[in-house]
């Protein structure tokens, strides 16, 4: 069956441009999670949607980044005004549980690699 | 707050060489843990998880065991191959009412060599 899939799969931006991010999840999944993954580092988490509310997102860094996922499936996640420092994967997670128990393992997608100039 | 550690890479082995990949955590409560593998030029996926101490997880030859005692959940295999190249990351989620948020290590590259 179909995966995760994000896109762009690749995206330059020029320092101060907006840009939006994609993510389609698995079809049913519940919970949908963003990641940010810097260069040779793990990934850090973002923001977590259950269904189509945000019920965390202690992880962005500014208030330039923000998500929605407004009919509980597809995600957006935007970044205004793009700095250097943004450059990173950006990762989408889907699962098919909210919290705890075998339904929690988190199916990743191929990320998008963001480069601001 | 929630962290992992994982050995500090990269490791290169010959084929059929032992591997350990060592992690230990450090969080509140009774996490689950997870190994994650990132072969190059894909996703991350799912190698194993654990969810309750000293419970094993196990896939593709690659075992890993939850002590509590030592916070540790060690990746190991008995015969590596040149396909188990790839990075591999550790992390833990605590399965809060805000989901299972995944707190990662920093990842170690491992190659192996014919």
């Known amino acids: 069956g179909a995966g995760v899939s994000q896109s762009p799969r690749y995206k330059v931006a020029k320092r101060g441009q907006d840009v939006a991010l994609r993510c389609d999840p698995i079809s049913g999944h519940v919970s949908l999670f963003w990641y940010q993954q810097a260069l040779g580092q793990g990934p850090e988490f973002l923001t977590y949607f259950q269904n189509e509310a945000q019920l965390d997102k202690s992880g962005l860094p500014s208030d330039r980044f923000f998500a929605e996922r407004p009919e509980g499936s597809v995600s957006t996640l935007k970044i205004q005004r793009t700095q250097q420092e943004d450059s990173a994967v950006y990762l989408c997670a889907s699962s098919p549980g909210v919290a705890g128990g075998l339904t929690d393992t988190q199916y990743f997608g191929p990320g998008t690699r963001l480069t601001v100039l | 707050g929630n962290s992992v550690t994982q050995m500090e890479g990269p490791v290169t082995l010959s084929e059929e060489a032992f591997l350990t990949i060592n992690c230990t955590y450090t969080a509140t409560g009774y996490p689950s843990l997870f190994w994650y593998v990132q072969y190059p030029g894909e996703g991350l996926q799912l190698l194993l998880k654990?969810?309750?101490?000293?419970d094993k997880g196990s896939n593709k030859g690659f075992e890993a065991t939850y002590r509590k005692e030592t916070t540790s959940f060690h990746l190991e295999k008995g015969s590596v191959q040149v396909s188990d190249s790839a990075v591999y990351f550790c992390?833990?989620?605590?399965?809060?009412?805000?989901?299972?948020?995944?707190?990662f290590g920093e990842g170690t590259q491992l190659t192996v060599n014919p």
């Open positions: 654990a969810t309750k101490a000293d």
């Open positions: 992390a833990l989620s605590r399965g809060e009412t805000s989901g299972s948020r995944l707190t």
